[in-house]
């Protein structure tokens, strides 16, 4: 099975500020990652796919990067409505895992 | 517009069965995988099951391995999920959801609002 860690678990920021999340495979994924948003009472919604590609009506300030083992998801200037949970996804190999999420809060 | 509606979500005691439907509209649900992925209390998504498009492939976590099945009903446009052995480890809320693109399954694009599933004595 294909591990999915996520760093940080928690980051604390403000609004306007930069938040990079990172997203490492135990082993290369390829680019077949997708990167998911989660806020409370609300379903997933698919932000990224294959690793850099934005999914259809998600703002210009999110942007995936990374290939292999090592990806990033960057958010380049948040938003109220940007805090939530954070989940990156691999479909290279079955089982599909996702990892532990990082939840990014208002400081 | 894609929807996805789960039915079947319960309170069922331990070692019991459950069977959640999905019924799907808005897209020709014949051409795309679907797959359900469960969020137990205070935890992360967890994928749990994944059919191809005419059903004949089926994939499993290994945590509901040989307890869960997973088919669906193309003529009904219709998802199941068969639970057995059902544990306190099962309790989650379960979110049908479709695949992004026809031609392969793990990127999941639409979901379905979710339906509790909660194992207790």
């Known amino acids: 099975e294909i591990v999915l860690t996520q760093s940080p678990a928690t980051l604390s920021l403000s609004p306007g500020e930069r938040a990079t999340l990172s997203c490492w495979a135990s082993?290369?994924?390829?680019?077949?990652l997708a990167w998911y948003q989660h806020k409370p009472g609300q379903v997933p919604r698919l932000l990224i796919y294959?690793?850099?590609n934005r999914a259809a009506g998600i703002p210009a300030r999110f942007s995936g990067s990374g290939s292999g083992t090592d990806f990033t998801l960057t958010i380049s200037s948040l938003e109220p409505e940007d805090f939530a949970v954070y989940y990156c996804?691999?479909?290279?190999?079955?089982?599909?895992?996702f990892g532990g999420g990082t939840k990014v809060e208002i400081k | 517009e894609v929807q996805l509606l789960e039915s079947g979500g319960a309170l069922v005691p331990p070692g019991g069965s459950l069977r959640l439907s999905c019924a799907a509209s808005?897209?020709?649900?014949?051409?795309?995988?679907m797959t359900w992925v469960r969020q137990a209390p205070g935890k992360g998504l967890e994928w749990v099951s994944t059919?191809?498009?005419?059903?004949?492939?089926?994939y499993f976590a290994d945590s509901v391995k040989g307890r869960f099945t997973i088919s669906r009903d193309n003529s009904k446009n219709t998802l199941y999920l068969q639970m057995n052995s059902l544990t306190a480890e099962d309790t989650a809320i379960y979110y049908c959801?479709?695949?992004?693109?026809?031609?392969?399954?793990?990127?999941?694009?639409?979901w379905g609002q979710g339906t509790l599933v909660t194992v207790s004595s």
């Open positions: 996804q691999q479909r290279s190999k079955w089982p599909l895992t």
């Open positions: 808005g897209f020709t649900f014949s051409i795309y995988s």
């Open positions: 082993q290369s994924v390829s680019s077949n």
């Open positions: 959801v479709k695949a992004k693109y026809a031609s392969s399954s793990g990127i999941f694009d639409s």
């Open positions: 059919i191809a498009n005419g059903g004949g492939s089926t």
């Open positions: 294959d690793a850099s």
